[in-house]
């Protein structure tokens, strides 16, 4: 069949999964337009830490180039209320890149592979027709929970990766590119005082570092150099199992989000894009209705997923809330935590 022949994929959100699904496709010759709200490179809310990506997944979207010079980080430290818990030594090293430069490569290989990439175009999210892909993230939703993060250069570190627990919040400090560390946070939402200053608008992060007893940490990046333009914020963060629509496409975090605690959301994003790849492409070169195809690809995510993202927002909790948090930071000293099948658990 020649391409005039394939039938073309729409995607529509140009995030991991949009974008490594997209480059997938295009190497295998499928026409695919690519619709992305907004632009490259920038900033996004993430711990920038990769965990369980697998080899497979990286072979068939073809991303070993994108990722070759991501750290690996193999160890973490888990800090409750400024003090150590715990070292954990991955079974597989998570690997360390920034979203500002990790998406904007995928699109630009997109581009390259002769994908065609609508920047700064919202599409509607009703519309449905065979061959459309929804890859748009997390879908809003009132949430009492937001997202912050902010890159920082020449700040001490106390391992590969650092997890700080403090009051209905944890951080994470991963190394990414450059020297610089990437300091994220996920913070019950809490009411800003009047008098704290609006500016810089960093200074909301160095808020919730302190409202949630993480001062230690706040006070070791304040030593370090913070990057104002990589600060950002996003609120509406929910970890609801978004209802099943059939007959929709959904991929990565429209399909699910897995808490950030894991490590695990880009792996899962990247995951689903390569699982989708086979019955989308056979779609394409006419081998399959579009609604074999959907519910072929539900099934496989829904296999896939299921179990581990039921761990995960099981064990989420315990991260966030006081007494459950002591009992876990009680385990830990004790080395009574089976962080290897926690981690199997959840990957
Ligand atoms: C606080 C926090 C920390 C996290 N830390 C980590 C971590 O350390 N490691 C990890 O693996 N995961 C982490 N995650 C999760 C990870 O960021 C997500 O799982 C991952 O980004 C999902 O990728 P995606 O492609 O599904 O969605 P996204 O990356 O969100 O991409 C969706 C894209 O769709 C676009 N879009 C949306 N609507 C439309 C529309 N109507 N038209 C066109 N475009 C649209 C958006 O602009 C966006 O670019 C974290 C999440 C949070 C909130």
């Keep these: 069949m020649t391409r005039r022949d394939c039938q073309s994929i729409e995607i ?30 920038r900033h996004r809310v993430c711990g920038e830490f990769i965990t369980g990506l697998d080899g497979v997944t990286i072979k068939r979207l073809g991303l070993a180039p994108i990722l070759a010079d991501a750290l690996r980080h193999r160890q973490v430290v888990w800090h409750h209320r400024n003090q150590t818990v715990q070292n954990q030594r991955l079974p597989v090293p998570a690997l360390g ?91 019950r939402r809490r009411p800003i005082s009047p008098g704290t200053p609006p500016a810089p608008a960093f200074g909301l992060l160095f808020h919730y570092l302190e409202a949630s007893g993480l001062t230690a940490l706040a006070g070791r990046l304040c030593e370090g150099e913070l990057d104002a333009s990589s600060f950002c914020a996003v609120a509406a963060v929910n970890f609801q199992m ?6 929709r496409l959904c991929l990565g975090d429209s399909f699910a989000m897995i808490p950030p605690f894991t490590g695990n959301g880009m792996a899962v994003a990247l995951q689903s894009a390569a699982l989708a790849l086979d019955p989308l492409s056979e779609w394409a070169r006419g081998g399959l209705a579009w609604a074999d195809t959907v519910a072929a690809i539900n099934r496989g995510l829904r296999r896939r997923f299921r179990a581990r993202l039921a761990s995960a927002n099981l064990l989420h909790p315990f991260l966030l809330e006081p007494w459950r948090q002591f009992w876990m930071a009680w385990a830990g000293h004790a080395r009574l935590l089976p962080m290897r099948l926690l981690y199997h658990l959840t990957h």
Excluded at 17 to 27: H, I, M, N, Q, V
Excluded at 156 to 171: F, M, S
Excluded at 242 to 247: A, Q, V, Y
Aim: charged fraction near 25%; glycine fraction near 16%.
């Design 12 to 41: 529509v959100g140009g995030g991991l999964a949009g974008l490594s699904l997209g480059l997938g496709l295009r190497r295998r010759g499928v026409p695919v337009t690519l619709f992305e709200a907004h632009g490259y490179p």
């Design 97 to 187: 890149i920034s979203r500002y430069r990790l998406d904007a490569r995928l699109a630009e290989a997109f581009v390259e592979t002769g994908g065609d990439l609508r920047v700064h175009t919202r599409v509607a999210l009703e519309a449905r027709p065979a061959g459309r892909v929804f890859a748009t993230g997390r879908r809003p939703r009132p949430s009492l929970w937001i997202g912050l993060k902010v890159h920082v250069r020449n700040v001490p570190r106390g391992g590969d990766l650092e997890v700080h627990l403090g009051d209905q919040a944890y951080v994470g400090l991963s190394g990414i590119e450059d020297g610089k560390v990437n300091a994220c946070g996920l913070f």
């Design 242 to 247: 978004e209802p099943f629509r059939p007959g």
